[in-house]
């Protein structure tokens, strides 16, 4: 051995746990809103193809059907 002693196991865990921190640390400095590159709903990039074809957009495609379905719940709720 070349003079290493600790776990391997415990270093590929702390670099995860380092890495995971990491990429939650960016996401978190990314603004929020219309506009912003990252789904309100599931915090995932929204495409910038969508994001020019649909400016202001706040949710990905996956998560805007179910933002509609909400919408329209509410608004029927209003009416009734």
């Known amino acids: ?6 776990d391997p196991d415990a270093e590929a865990t702390h670099a995860l746990i ?5 990429i939650e640390a960016a996401r978190a400095a990314i603004p929020k ?3 912003s590159p990252i789904c309100l709903d599931c915090g995932d990039p929204i495409p910038e193809a969508r994001r020019q074809a ?12 179910r933002h509609d379905k ?3 719940i509410k608004m029927l709720d ?3």
Do not use: D, K, V
């Not at 649909?54 to 998560?63: A, H, K, M, S, V």
């Open 1 to 6: 051995m070349s003079g290493y002693t600790g």
């Open 18 to 22: 380092l890495n995971e921190n990491a």
């Open 33 to 35: 809103g219309p506009g």
């Open 54 to 65: 649909q400016p202001g957009c706040t949710f990905c495609i996956e998560c805007q059907p």
């Open 70 to 72: 909400r919408q329209h």
């Open 78 to 80: 209003r009416i009734l």
